[in-house]
């Protein structure tokens, strides 16, 4: 297992030079002036003011570009949903603007949603894992807008899980919302070098281009992790849940909780039945996390809040957790294989194959994913 001790400190420092896209207002305002704007946006997308921050929304509406509707994806425009919550379409309150739901009735926009839309924008920030459904809302977002011959302008935004890539390759048996493309479960990619993937790999219905501009980030380097100033989704409230998310995620289709429910999301994992008493938590109801796994129930766990940061996948908590469960026929749910992208990764861990012995199994995928991902790399 690879550790990596950073200095926080250092992330500030960086992240202070670093401009994402949506701050380079003189590479796309030009071009989306006097047009009807359709805009992709969450909590996530603000842009740098003096030095504070705004909406994209707001600041496009006060530049008097005319901002026709909004696009939301999973966790809603103002990111508060629940994780798989359905959402349906609504006003926003503050400036009237209609939402278009894409994590509700449907998840590609229709032809009719776009209609008298001329140009549209994507400003989503993504953690770079394959199962964040953000770059699946990107996907059927890159498809209408191919489909409709309108253009997607995409601000690019730094990817807090960068610098590493790891895990097994989508097997296109399990393809799902939660892992639509053939790449690692950490892809180690901004979300417009994968843009530019998913549009030139040909993986669009059809093999269609999308006619797309990409507003790249300033002073950007992929081994600097970069500290997010906005939580990306309701159970990642910092660095620390967004690093332990890609290997911790693989809980969530397990008897295990990963904290939802409580202020440590993705920072803890246990269960009632957990062997080790020495740490406990118990989940209640809580805004993102309505219903969490053994709610009310006193769980029993890991405390991971300390963990060095890490720079791949660690399968060992879910190994651990599977070789201690007092029912190893209900440790596993429906779902999980969809989550690992394959059926081989519940096998090995119920045949007691070493964590070392399932990395080799993904070296030669993540090997060739790799050749395939230096076509579209942006950043240094």
Known sequence: MILIAFNYLSFSQENNLISVGSNQLDEYLPEIKNLNI???????????SNKSSIHLIDSLLKLNINVKKVF?????????????????????????????????????PSKEQLKGLEILIFDIQD???RFYTYISTLHYVMEAAAENDIKLILLDRPNPNAHYVDGPILDPNFKSFIGMHPVPIVHGMTI?????????????KNKIKCDIKIIEIKNYNRAVIYDLPVKPSPNLPNMQSINLYPSLCLFERTSVSIGRGTNLQFQIIGNPEWVNKSFAFTPISMPGAKNPKHINKKCY????RSYPLLSEINLSWIINAYNNSKDKKT????????????????????????????????KEGIDKFKMIRSKYLIYP
């Open 301 to 304: 766990g890991e405390d991971l």
């Open 38 to 48: 359709g805009v992709i946006a969450n909590s996530t997308s603000r842009i740098k």
């Open 331 to 362: 440790f596993f749910k429906s779902g999980f294989n969809k989550l690992a992208g394959n059926q081989k990764l519940q096998e090995q861990i119920i045949d007691g194959v070493s964590e070392k012995d399932i990395k080799l199994s993904w």
């Open 72 to 108: 939301s994806p999973e966790h809603g425009f103002r990111g508060e949903a629940d994780a798989g919550e359905k959402i349906k379409n609504s006003i926003d309150l503050k400036t009237g603007l209609e939402i278009v739901s894409l994590y509700g009735s449907n998840k590609k």
């Open 127 to 129: 953690v770079g894992a």
């Open 192 to 204: 417009g070098e994968y843009a530019k993937m998913i549009n030139s790999e040909g993986w669009l």
